[in-house]
């Protein structure tokens, strides 16, 4: 048989030799037909075209039985090797995926730790179980320093309310959020807040968030007096408390106040507004597997 060199190991080639392997270990054509689940012809044309591509006879075969040739042993023993390693490396890339190792950089809102549906809670708790290698930090923060933690690559995703979509970001919503307009029990308008007038709103000294809310959100505030600001929810709870101001809450951040009896929402069939909660990621930007495994297990 004419020499030849090989130049590349294909699939096909692989699997040739996964055919030559097992005739080998059969000790013929006939015992290796049930194990490979095709003809003795189909197995000789395998064989064929195997000797063909590496250019050397590999076994001899006939009335006196099957045998391999001195070049049949040395291919034989080099492709265990090779499969031997295909196999490792198999086993290794699987390992990988099991222990995933490296940091998770994540920015949430300040206060969204109350909120009921805790798809965010849960998922973080799916990463630290499928590997105590995965270093996880947490940024509470605005929106606005979410979203630039998430564009200039300090973060590697964020959960916000869905303000105004920034072009380079992906969002995709997590849940709604109601908020009312809150009053402590030191407040004069708390023994009659179901029955609030709507038409008084502007008489009342609100506290207003100096950060960026949405476009529904700025209209219900407008309907106010602002007297003070607050650069979070939790400084908005502070100075409600106090009684001398309305705000508005988030009713899930709310609940702990009022199942205390120390707030309650004023009209709160009629004062109230929805925030969209929203996962965003960069654009473009490849989704290594922690993060994948995070927003898969989100959406689940």
Same mark, same amino acid.
């Given at each position: 048989?004419?020499? #030849?060199?090989?130049?590349?190991? #294909?699939?096909?080639?692989?699997?040739?030799?996964?055919?030559?392997?097992?005739?080998?270990?059969?000790?013929?054509?006939?015992?290796?037909?049930?194990?490979?689940?095709?003809?003795?012809?189909?197995?000789?044309? @395998?064989?064929?075209?195997?000797?063909?591509?590496?250019?050397?006879?590999?076994?001899?075969?006939?009335?006196?039985?099957?045998?391999?040739?001195?070049?049949?042993?040395?291919?034989?023993?080099?492709?265990?090797?090779?499969?031997?390693?295909?196999?490792?490396?198999?086993?290794?890339?699987?390992?990988?995926?099991?222990?995933?190792?490296?940091?998770?950089?994540?920015?949430?809102?300040?206060?969204?730790?109350?909120?009921?549906?805790?798809?965010?809670?849960?998922?973080?708790?799916?990463?630290?179980? #499928?590997?105590?290698?995965?270093?996880?930090?947490?940024? &509470?923060?605005?929106? #606005?320093?979410?979203?630039?933690?998430? +564009?200039?690559?300090?973060?590697?995703?964020?959960?916000?309310?869905?303000? &105004?979509?920034?072009?380079? +970001?992906?969002?995709?919503?997590?849940?709604?959020?109601?908020? @009312?307009?809150?009053?402590?029990?030191?407040?004069? &308008?708390?023994?009659?807040?179901?029955?609030?007038?709507?038409?008084?709103?502007?008489?009342?000294?609100?506290?207003?968030?100096?950060?960026?809310?949405?476009?529904?959100?700025?209209? @219900?505030?407008?309907?106010?007096?602002?007297?003070?600001?607050?650069?979070?929810?939790?400084?908005?709870?502070?100075?409600?408390?106090?009684?001398?101001?309305?705000?508005?809450?988030?009713?899930?951040?709310?609940?702990?106040?009022?199942?205390?009896?120390? &707030?309650?929402?004023?009209?709160?069939?009629?004062?109230?507004?929805?925030?969209?909660?929203?996962?965003?990621?960069?654009?473009?930007?490849?989704?290594?597997?922690?993060?994948?495994?995070?927003?898969?297990?989100?959406?689940?």
């Amino acid at each position: 048989m004419k020499p #030849t060199t090989l130049r590349q190991v #294909t699939d096909f080639d692989l699997k040739l030799l996964r055919v030559f392997k097992i005739v080998a270990e059969c000790g013929s054509f006939s015992a290796a037909e049930s194990l490979l689940g095709i003809t003795r012809s189909a197995i000789s044309l @395998h064989m064929g075209d195997l000797e063909k591509r590496l250019g050397m006879r590999l076994c001899q075969r006939g009335r006196a039985g099957f045998s391999l040739t001195d070049e049949g042993q040395e291919i034989l023993r080099a492709s265990e090797t090779m499969m031997a390693s295909i196999e490792e490396f198999r086993q290794h890339v699987n390992q990988i995926h099991k222990q995933l190792r490296g940091e998770f950089n994540i920015g949430i809102i300040n206060n969204l730790v109350t909120q009921p549906m805790m798809q965010i809670t849960n998922a973080l708790g799916c990463l630290r179980t #499928t590997s105590a290698n995965i270093q996880i930090n947490i940024s &509470m923060s605005t929106p #606005t320093e979410i979203e630039c933690g998430v +564009l200039d690559g300090r973060l590697q995703v964020g959960a916000l309310p869905l303000i &105004m979509p920034l072009s380079g +970001l992906n969002y995709s919503p997590l849940y709604d959020e109601r908020s @009312h307009l809150y009053c402590s029990n030191k407040n004069i &308008m708390f023994s009659n807040a179901d029955n609030f007038d709507y038409s008084k709103l502007n008489q009342l000294d609100a506290v207003i968030p100096s950060y960026r809310i949405s476009t529904e959100a700025m209209n @219900h505030h407008k309907l106010l007096n602002s007297a003070a600001t607050a650069s979070d929810r939790e400084g908005i709870a502070f100075l409600i408390l106090t009684g001398k101001f309305v705000g508005f809450l988030p009713e899930h951040y709310a609940h702990f106040w009022v199942e205390k009896g120390l &707030m309650k929402a004023l009209a709160p069939e009629q004062i109230y507004y929805d925030s969209k909660i929203s996962i965003v990621t960069r654009k473009g930007k490849r989704t290594n597997a922690i993060l994948g495994l995070f927003l898969d297990e989100l959406k689940s």
